[in-house]
């Protein structure tokens, strides 16, 4: 009786269990020749050139991969490269494509169609006018190797003398532009654009490429005995030794800690919480997205040997989706820092209902977190306006005047609440009356666009 029961579980393993293959037929037409085909998804931590899940191609007329056995109902996530993500399957019109999905159990064999390259997709770069390519293959003595790395200047950059503080982020590909990332920018550049706009101050941003099947090692510090890695160490010796005294050395940049931060998300999330920690010295600020604690344990023991130095700003979040445990990890780091000097308010941790682990999540929260971490350096138009001009009656009910002002054309206003949100915009002021009865009561702020200057104000409405 013992042998059939053990017979039968082995015969549902094998039922639950099936391989998946997958058939290529389709490519686009200006595909090489000799184009090899990679296989990227979450079960290999999206390693868009992993040369364990690279496709065979078949007598010149397909390629196929066959991927292991899983339990019937397991949801896998992919896409399809040339073997990096600026290489990345698009749409037909160039167009960013939702990750493909395939949940087991569903047949044993699909054919997906590949209908564009980001290479040859013709969908033109995203990025902002101030985003440029810093180097192409900027080298890493400390891993002897080279990386792309892009920098972001705020607008008023070459209008001014300012300096400004520095963020540095992982996985620079995702950071600025469509064509080159693989499941959608964070669209850093876009955020602070917009957040200059609303007379925020915005820091120069650093981006260094994640190094494709180099990833995971440069961004985990400790080894897993089942995904490798360990690297980190030297990663962030390379951004603390060579690549901040190179930034600071050629743009104009706030060199102390305050003014230094570290970013990223997954395991570009750890890295971060591990450089802010090991060099409190340097950074004074981390946004730690989505932080795969999960990869060893030794980032708890590492934690609680790297006590509070100096102050410092942390800011964690994580999507509802992410796994129980994952969220769970988020308290429990936050306990451990607690419990090692770091104050309350010195931390922030948040999950975001029915959010997963993806560039959306992380592009959508990108300007709230850049807001508290920067707190301090932000201003924006609830601090720092220069009264040029009056507006009257102030308190107001229903509408309010602009003092002595004519409308020239081009002129454009602007009505924002306290916290910085763009209330009223008005791109061609016709008039020096502005109706304000669907604002509720508070305290708002009024900034006006004339011949190339900008006056702002401040008004209450009853």
Do not use: C
């Not at 010149?60 to 040339?82: C, N, R, S």
């Amino acid at each position: 009786m013992r042998s059939f029961f053990i017979t039968l579980f082995l015969l549902t393993t094998i039922i639950l269990s099936a391989q998946i293959t997958i058939i290529i037929e389709t490519v686009p037409d200006y595909t090489p020749n000799d184009a090899e085909l990679y296989f990227a998804g979450n079960i290999n931590d999206w390693n868009p050139g992993d040369p364990d899940f690279k496709l065979t191609e078949v007598d010149d007329q397909y390629w196929q991969i066959v991927l292991d056995a899983a339990p019937e109902g397991t949801l896998i996530e992919f896409k399809f490269t040339m073997g990096s993500w600026e290489t990345v399957e698009k749409g037909a019109n160039g167009e960013e494509l939702q990750n493909r999905t395939y949940t087991y159990g569903n047949g044993d064999t699909i054919y997906p169609l590949i209908l564009n390259w980001a290479n040859g997709s013709g969908g033109g770069s995203t990025a902002s006018d101030n985003v440029s390519i810093m180097s192409e293959d900027f080298y890493i003595p400390q891993l002897d190797r080279n990386r792309r790395i892009w920098i972001y200047l705020p607008p008023d950059y070459e209008s001014s003398e300012k300096s400004y503080p520095v963020l540095y982020m992982h996985d620079g590909q995702n950071l600025f532009d469509a064509e080159t990332s693989f499941a959608g920018e964070w669209e850093v550049d876009e955020s602070l654009d917009e957040l200059y706009e609303q007379s925020f101050n915005v820091p120069i941003v650093i981006g260094i490429d994640n190094g494709g099947i180099h990833r995971i090692n440069e961004y985990t510090p400790w080894p897993n005995p089942n995904y490798g890695g360990g690297d980190g160490d030297k990663y962030v010796d390379f951004i603390v030794e060579t690549l901040k005294p190179y930034v600071d050395d050629n743009y104009r940049t706030l060199t102390d800690r305050n003014n230094t931060a570290i970013m990223g998300s997954s395991l570009g999330g750890l890295i971060s919480f591990y450089a802010a920690l090991k060099h409190q010295d340097v950074f004074g600020k981390a946004g730690v997205f989505s932080p795969s604690y999960w990869f060893s344990d030794s980032v708890w023991i590492f934690t609680d040997n790297h006590p509070k130095e100096y102050n410092i700003r942390i800011y964690q979040m994580i999507g509802g989706n992410e796994g129980a445990q994952n969220i769970q990890n988020l308290s429990i780091m936050e306990d451990h820092l607690l419990n090692n000097g770091f104050s309350a308010n010195e931390l922030f941790k948040k999950t975001i209902p029915n959010g997963s682990h993806n560039e959306a999540l992380w592009r959508n929260d990108f300007d709230i977190s850049y807001k508290w971490l920067f707190k301090d350096y932000i201003g924006g138009i609830g601090e720092n306006y220069k009264s040029g001009i009056l507006v009257k009656p102030n308190p107001a009910k229903d509408e309010i005047s602009i003092l002595h002002y004519i409308p020239k054309q081009g002129d454009s206003l602007s009505i924002y609440d306290i916290s910085g949100m763009e209330l009223i915009l008005i791109r061609n002021v016709s008039a020096n009356s502005i109706n304000i009865s669907a604002l509720k009561s508070g305290l708002y702020f009024l900034k006006l666009k004339s011949d190339n200057k900008v006056y702002k104000t401040k008004f209450i409405k009853n």
